[in-house]
């Protein structure tokens, strides 16, 4: 949350749960950093449900996009997109690229088999990482 480049970002109060879950899976959470985790995932809630933050949320991938590529490119139709990753920042990311019409993708990953996926969902092209220097050198916006 507070904290994030984009106020009330949920990523970054998704990624405090995800740690808990598995700190506590694994059995490597003790009673303070138990009650340190319930708390701050406590706070997290009041804030949202107490405050207009949450009104108008925006994320980082939005923002990105949305403020900062617009404000360097008039349009990206004509753009070759490079996405570095594959996880959930990326999927995002290419959610708000395609809403302003991108239609060349390139997803480099270090596991080809999840940049194909996520080349696939998108109709972008997976490349394996051994090709991210060919790839940066092609792309006019990267993504990582």
Same mark, same amino acid.
């Given at each position: ?11 970054? #109060? !998704? ?10 899976? !694994? ?15 406590? #706070? ?5 449900? %107490?405050?207009?933050?949450? %009104? ?25 997109? /490079? &996405? ?12 708000? /690229?395609?809403? %302003?019409?991108? &239609?060349? &993708?390139?997803?480099? !990953?270090?596991?080809?088999? !999840? ?21 940066? #050198? ?7």
């Amino acid at each position: 949350g507070l904290d994030s480049m984009v106020l009330d970002e949920p990523q970054i #109060v !998704n990624q405090v749960k995800e740690a808990y879950q598995c700190a506590t899976d !694994n059995a490597f959470c003790g009673p303070l950093t138990h009650a340190l985790f319930q708390q701050a995932i406590r #706070v997290s809630a009041r804030v949202r449900t %107490e405050t207009q933050l949450a %009104e108008g949320r925006v994320s980082i991938a939005s923002v990105a996009v949305g403020t900062f590529g617009k404000g360097i490119f008039e349009r990206f139709d004509d753009k070759t997109v /490079l &996405i570095i990753g594959a996880g959930e920042m990326a999927e995002e990311t290419l959610t708000y /690229l395609k809403d %302003e019409g991108v &239609i060349k &993708i390139v997803v480099v !990953n270090r596991s080809l088999e !999840n940049a194909q996926k996520l080349a696939g969902r998108w109709g972008g092209e997976a490349r394996p990482f051994e090709d991210l220097e060919e790839c940066l #050198v092609a792309a006019d916006v990267i993504v990582s």
